[in-house]
């Protein structure tokens, strides 16, 4: 048997530890042979593949990024996608492939099953936690760790000037880097891509933690926007900071995170995920489970229907927004 | 409204975070006023109190350790222990007891409750993450990333040198740790208390690492036992490296992480696993769920019997153990 | 005796490492009382104090920012600055003055002592390490791990999308920390305040590195400009990123790092610089060697005069900067 | 010109970092080749060598251990070490080599030169910091920063239980690591090899931290032993914690750090001094100053003579301890 692996999509700590586990239960348990298709579906659709087996994924566990590159590449937007998908699956004689990616990639993959049969497993990944198939996906977790050590650090010089510093986190859709890393790291306000802000709102709780003598911090989706007005490009987080100063006369800062948020090295969490994760993708594979994809359930790994990753996105639940607010100002 | 708080047992990454959000809850939203018990159960026995308010609670979400310190009184040993539970609550006028700790603290807030009617609800913690009531404990995360970063830093020393390092992580009676870890960090061998291990078995995964070019890490619990002999006291993880030097005379060393391993700020996770719970303990005094503890289940947090937390206590199970050997070796 | 202490000027991490050596070995070895000025200056033209005794310092050696607060107050502009900070320091009994602070605060306190005969030793601090009289100031290494740390992480993301990356470092007016974290992070570009660039050939760099088939990181000082055009007014590194991604094609993005490079726990290196920094201002302060700062030489501590603080902005040298060059491209 | 390049001794953080500039800076500023010998001065004996180039050192600056490969081969114990040395270099046509190690491997080399002519450069590396003749040794910032965070997470934990923590850090002979580390980390005791302790005096230290509320921190060096008795063998630290149980009753445990230490992703000073040397020893080589090594010496890199690096041991001043002591109890 062999079998095709794939990463699409942005990139997201613990893209190699699923690829590792994938190869190393595969070829160890099953004595299956793999191929790894290089920038996700375009490597496919363009038959661009690289050698993967045992030796070629030792050490990457601990590294960020991924071994077999990514692209956002839509196989059915490509002329003669899915036939070209089809004669490169011959030529390499994959037997199943197992696709690593988010809505995107795997909504592509449900896709090319549905429509076309092909015999693919999927594993969700996005570090914004923006699936509702499953409790959560690797990447977010590390994701958080970074944006909550920032809002630490950021604490003691907040306190020391008695000045506004703000954190733009990312979060284009969806706010629950935002909510977790807000919550981890005591920020003062928290604002989400799925509440509009209300600008006189946000200044009464720098005020209130003013009076309460310690420096705000406020952390920022960066798709989170006011009821009126907003920036209409650049950094909603820098956009803040200059309102807050305007209004306040305070001094305040930003801080872009940025890219640094999805590299470097996934937390234990994520690796431990990712790579139960990748086990049960094989499990899927040997059991001919085409056209599911693996989820996290409490602490199960189970499967579901590939459909379900692009069925709804998990967007922040009002109630647990609300649940925050006891932290604000 | 008064509320009692005190933290029991073992210190834990995350007990900060449950006092500061019970705090901040309780008296923001309610409007209740606290009572912090020095110490765990001996401060209720003993009736040594300290002020707890938002002001008490400020900037403690990242720290780890109890402000409240802690012990493993228990006050049914204590000599009428019980009389002086309800003196010292009946002098503080204590309404209700908010009581954080792991199998002991909760079992005798349990025994209390059921018995004499405290009206007391649980808050579980454990780095062990041995409790089957609730899918995770906070502290738990922490502990597993501090053991997942030595082993990181291992393997480059382990490469260098072809020498076999041995890391002996926490966990009497269960290997949640040394699991999780293990696989976190592309460990060669995990080693668990709950299956006693065959040093032959150990001896050919050492050596088929170093057949793959590479050095072997073993993580090994510090209640893990081979299936005869074995230490007679001190650390496993020394033994464990004493025997394959002798039997394989390759150069084996030892790093016993200790305490370190509960010391320190709390991950994010735990952090936001910490500050929910504390939440919902608020939520379940309000409510006169007493006899109740809070649980994580799947995303939702959600309220069990106190007696659960001491009912099992959950082992690695076999089947989890079985699915990371295809890392051994 | 009784010795003041101020910190002045931007927080730095290691001002409560000074501050705690200073008060444990004046107090313990000496038995001196001390008194802390709120804010730097300000406390003491204002006679704004806080106690400062062995146990006010308890606990604050890992803590980024200072206890005593800070400003950049000017006593001589301040009404009657000098009068009232003669009175403060006769009406609070002050024997001498220890001065932490950077080339603001220093300038000031090497004024009132030459002009007005002030009993002041100086700290040196600044993460910028822009001051000639010293090796190293504590602060900078802080600042340079944890850009290098934000540099480490991209360069995954930027290889898995074949996608430049631009991390916006503090240095308005020296690139000392450019420098240093874009050596130790392995970046491809590293842009200064002291040579304005030429933006053909950061542009020459990054196809260079982009033929090498790998993706360029850039690190640019906050205070780094162009030779012609240049942003008028907001981050010099969003602008680079914009020009890059406009005249390349090539997608870009940017972190600012911002103020979480200030803040925080102090690297062991720095905690270790600022407590000897402390342990020989109290020697200073016992030899009456007002009108001088501690200073780092190798691995010695010794005194200069406090005028050279400010004598001579320490800018990175061309030789040192084109030494970094063979890692460009 | 092609130069051999080898790593001899412990490994140590930035072992990489110089590897890699040595060769990106001798290939692309001079047009230089470079063959790489495995295993330190084994693989000059025995001819085993590997191709190293530009492309073979990308990637490798932030990984700790190194890729060559270390060990610590005494060319003049091997039967005709000597002279395989010299055929050795011919065959390869080495018109240079750069040793990088410490004492041993460093030695070797200085004799090598001095003996027998070989155009050797050396750069010195030890976690230990035990050369004189370089105010600093990469590799040794990391192993105190790796330390210092140990004594970070056990202060919460120590405190919460009011029990005694003992940490074990490496250093056989010299006391630097535990010296820096222990200062860094607020440790109550500090240990080194240089001078043999009194029980009593640290117990006393130990009873005066408990009356002050806290609890102690002991940090030991591998190699400090007691005026009187102590280990015979096993772990110092461990032997530490028993004598303290046993005498004050008071709970005690120990973290042996072991060789995570010296493993892992050096940290960034110690990544810019080790690139700096490998610039540094590329000048040496094309000005033909064999038989020198480079030193820092306050912020420049210097060359001394290679003998220079074993001529002594550069062991912790007794002035310097001293200074430490007012924070011991």
């Known amino acids: 048997m062999r079998v095709g692996v794939l990463t699409g999509g942005g990139d997201c700590p613990g893209l190699n530890a699923v690829i590792r586990a994938v190869v190393r239960k ?41 071994v077999l590159g990514s692209s956002r590449t839509d196989p059915f937007a490509a002329p003669d996608g899915v036939r070209r998908i089809r004669e490169n699956l011959a030529k390499h004689r994959i037997d199943a492939l197992v696709a690593i990616g988010g809505r995107g990639t795997l909504g592509h ?8 049969g092909l015999p693919v497993v999927g594993v969700p990944k996005t570090i914004d936690n923006d699936l509702s198939a499953t409790d959560w996906t690797f990447g977010f977790d590390t994701a958080v ?16 000037h008695r ?20 919550l981890a790291g005591g920020a003062n306000v928290i604002l989400v891509p799925e509440q509009r802000f209300d600008l006189d709102q946000v200044l009464a709780w720098v005020a209130a933690r003013f009076r309460a003598t310690y420096a705000p911090i406020l952390v920022v989706a960066e798709g989170a926007r006011p009821r009126s007005g907003g920036p209409e490009q650049g950094s909603v987080g820098e956009w803040l900071a200059a309102e807050i100063e305007r209004r306040t006369g305070k001094e305040a ?37 085409y056209g599911t994809m693996v989820a996290l359930r409490g602490t199960e790994v189970v499967r579901v229907p590939l459909a379900a990753a692009t069925a709804r996105m998990k967007t922040v639940d009002p109630a647990l927004y609300a649940e925050a607010g006891v932290f604000f100002g």
């Open 109 to 116: 993959a449900a896709r090319l099953h549905a429509e076309h």
């Open 253 to 289: 800062r930003t801080t872009v995170l940025g890219h640094v948020q999805r590299g470097g090295s996934p937390s234990a969490f994520d690796r431990w995920l990712a790579t139960r994760f990748g086990l049960h993708a094989v499990d899927a594979v040997r059991d001919g489970a």
């Open 145 to 160: 760790g970074i944006a909550t050590e920032a809002i630490d650090r950021l604490h003691t010089t907040a306190d020391s």
């Open 163 to 182: 000045r506004v510093l703000v954190v733009e986190v990312m979060g284009r859709h969806t706010g629950w880097i935002a909510l977790h890393a807000g």
């Open 26 to 66: 595969g070829e160890q348990e099953y004595g299956w042979r793999f191929t790894g298709f290089r920038d996700g579906w375009r490597g496919v659709v363009e038959g661009d593949t690289e050698p993967l087996d045992v030796r070629a994924v030792r050490g990457i566990l601990p590294r960020g990024g991924t």
